[in-house]
């Protein structure tokens, strides 16, 4: 018997270590650049804290580890979603194997993530997605066994994973609420018992340093987190909300596309007889829950396509599962053969475009997602290339209006230095404000580097912080992808610092 017919930990240990060395070689040779997000939480890593503006400050100290071994370099960040993401499957094998009691089931299941591009992204991508996954996963594997069996180990091993998640995103405190009306409906008795209360101290003291940088901070994380929860806004009318609802509802469909194949043969196999048990009950009300949520926000706002993705992998194990169990997977597998490979065309789009193949036309540039991690670097080498040629000492300074491209442009400029973000009113707050500009570099003459996405005289408000007789110098950088332009860097070189303030309300 081979190793991985086997079924077993060596199995599985080997499929993914595979899959892993693969995606190494991906994100080293795949020709394209961080995201900004993922260059902003490298950013974060440079000024450690117990929290940041938007997020906890567990991928902080996940990417100051790494690069403090490896350097700052993108593949050393995308190191940490491959390893992630490798844990992520194996914890999905254990899960599967402890629940069903069936080894080569669980193999199968853990496999069966490979088809699903929620998968490929959390485990390419270092965000704070990947985080929130592993953290949803296990809080929910272990309330599951401690609302169940006897003791106290499964409680707080529950508050651990929730607690950790927290750090990672604060998506988890989904589950607080949950929890209560899950026990307060179907086992209220556990809420009379300290094993749900141990459960909830666990995560609160994991969580504390950043109940505490909150407090210190005038509440900021929660105040994001209430802006992006919808706090404060009106009802924006019925087409803006069938917008939205058509968004939500399409995004999560296309998100989870190869899974579609059970609303076609659903009768037919009797998929529902496989989601009847108790713990496919029980993953199905967490799903529901977290859904039903969102749905109603969609109600007042957009949202976007990866916010529910953490609750999905306990739902993707019933679910494969089915897929597994029915027989269905006999009928499918040339469906999932297809949307696999289809999948892989998508990652391979920025390798595909390098080398000017015609399959790099299959996928438009206006719906490539690989489209928006194009240029950066290329922009980070042009623009060094311009300060050397107009200034003869390192008295500037880097700026832009919009946070993606200063921590950008702090990743890929050589020397990787520290850059700035221009407050003004029209913009929502981010980290750079927490961060300030200090009062040597803004009282101090320096030369400015300011970056845009649009020419300075199509906006009237920066237009009027900055004249025109405080431009020196100014240029463009063209970004081409698949040999179309898809954007513009406008560089405008200002003898000395906007006086700019901003009375942020917008979080």
């Avoid at 081979?2 to 795949?30: E, N």
């Avoid at 993606?404 to 404000?433: H, K, V």
């Avoid at 030369?447 to 463009?476: C, W």
Wanted: glycine share 6%.
């Amino acid at each position: 018997m081979s190793v991985l017919t086997s079924f077993g930990w060596r199995a599985v240990l080997l499929l993914h270590f595979l899959v892993a060395m693969l995606r190494i070689l991906y994100a080293v040779k795949g020709g394209f650049d961080l995201d900004a997000e993922e260059a902003q939480y490298w950013l974060w890593s440079q000024y450690p804290d117990w929290s940041y503006y938007s997020k906890p400050p567990l991928i902080a100290y996940i990417n100051a580890f790494t690069t403090s071994i490896l350097g700052s370099v993108a593949w050393a960040v995308r190191l940490n979603a491959i390893t992630l993401g490798s844990l992520l499957a194996l914890g999905v094998y254990h899960i599967t194997r402890q629940v069903y009691q069936n080894k080569k089931l669980a193999f199968l299941v853990s496999a069966g993530l490979l088809v699903l591009p929620s998968y490929h992204y959390v485990s390419l991508f270092f965000t704070t997605d990947i985080l929130a996954v592993l953290g949803w996963l296990f809080t929910t594997y272990f309330f599951y066994r401690a609302s169940r069996e006897e003791g106290l180990k499964n409680w707080f091993f529950a508050g651990l994973s929730m607690g950790i998640g927290l750090l990672g995103k604060y998506t988890l405190l989904y589950f607080i609420p949950f929890s209560l009306l899950y026990l307060a409906f179907l086992n209220r008795k556990l809420l009379r018992q300290k094993g749900y209360y141990l459960f909830l101290l666990t995560a609160t003291l994991l969580f504390l340093p950043v109940i505490i940088w909150n407090v210190q901070n005038g509440m900021m994380g929660a105040l994001h987190v209430a802006h992006l929860a919808g706090a404060g806004k009106e009802f924006p009318g019925w087409s803006k909300v069938l917008a939205y609802q058509s968004e939500f509802l399409g995004g999560q469909l296309l998100l989870n596309l190869p899974l579609l194949c059970l609303l076609f043969f659903w009768k037919r196999f009797k998929i529902a007889d496989f989601l009847k048990g108790d713990f496919e009950r029980y993953v199905l009300a967490t799903v529901g829950f977290v859904f039903l949520s969102f749905f109603l926000l969609a109600f007042f706002k957009r949202i976007r396509i990866n916010w529910l993705l953490f609750s999905y992998f306990p739902l993707y194990i019933i679910l494969l599962r089915a897929i597994l169990r029915s027989g269905l997977i006999y009928r499918v597998k040339n469906y999932l053969a297809v949307t696999f490979f289809l999948l892989i065309g998508l990652l391979f789009q920025p390798i595909i475009a390098a080398y000017s193949l015609p399959a790099s036309k299959i996928v438009p540039v206006t719906v490539d997602p690989f489209s928006k991690l194009m240029g950066w670097r290329e922009l980070g080498q042009f623009l060094d290339q311009e300060i050397k040629g107009h200034f003869e000492e390192e008295d500037y300074i880097i700026l832009s209006d919009k946070y993606q491209i200063a921590a950008q442009m702090s990743f890929y400029t050589p020397g990787q230095p520290s850059t700035y973000c221009l407050p003004y009113d029209r913009r929502r707050m981010n980290q750079y404000d927490l961060w300030g500009i200090p009062s040597d570099v803004a009282a101090n003459q320096k030369q400015v580097v300011f970056i845009k996405t649009s020419p300075l005289e199509k906006d009237e408000l920066q237009q009027a912080l900055i004249p025109a007789e405080k431009i020196t110098y100014r240029t463009h950088f063209p970004v081409v992808y698949k040999g179309q332009q898809i954007k513009t860097f406008y560089i405008y070189f200002l003898n000395g610092m906007p006086q700019a303030e901003a009375n942020f309300n917008r979080y």
